[in-house]
């Protein structure tokens, strides 16, 4: 039962945006007497935050598994890999990273999205330390990671999201990186 209103909830907040969200609607699109909702979900806001919590462990579900994936490659191979394992992630549903990223307040959101970033940071910083010889002139693998993940993630969403970004996806994959390569 909490699938299908996690699933309907997605739905409306999907279709109509955050502020038209209520437990009533998602309740009649789930199918469940709006007591029922209230016995997995006090609030409109905990059901957002599971649909959020869902979408975002998701994506992070599906870069870390890129990265892990590659992790023996050389970093070229693996950067494109990861590239291109976010933008199919963001890609697959740009109508919820829409209402995720531009309509939920912050809040409903930042600790999920601090949490995808740390995850993919963590495997990133450990694979940049792992490929760093001693005495290299290499940056610390913890401000690359941190620069890399933010910036690649910042500009995978904007390509996702803008009506008509100025270059293809295959040029988006080849600008994210150069990028990471540059900074590691």
Do not use: C
């Amino acid at each position: 039962m909490v699938d299908r209103i996690v699933a309907a909830a997605r739905d409306v907040l999907v279709a109509d945006g955050y502020d038209r969200l209520t437990t009533n609607r998602v309740a009649d699109r789930a199918r469940v007497s709006p007591g029922s909702l209230y016995q997995y979900f006090p609030d409109k806001a905990s059901i957002v935050e599971e649909v959020t919590a869902r979408y975002v462990d998701r994506l992070a579900e599906d870069v870390v598994a890129s990265l892990v994936d590659h992790v023996h490659e050389d970093p070229e191979a693996m950067a494109r890999a990861t590239a291109e394992a976010l933008l199919s992630a963001l890609e697959r549903d740009p109508t919820l990273l829409r209402v995720v990223w531009q309509e939920l307040p912050a809040s409903r959101h930042l600790d999920d999205r601090l949490g995808l970033e740390r995850r993919v940071r963590d495997v990133l910083r450990a694979y940049l330390g792992g490929r760093q010889a001693p005495g290299s002139r290499r940056r610390d693998p913890a401000r690359s990671s941190w620069l890399i993940v933010l910036a690649v993630e910042s500009l995978a969403v904007r390509f996702v999201l803008d009506d008509d970004p100025p270059l293809t996806r295959e040029e988006l994959v080849e600008d994210l990186v150069a990028l990471g390569l540059a900074w590691w």
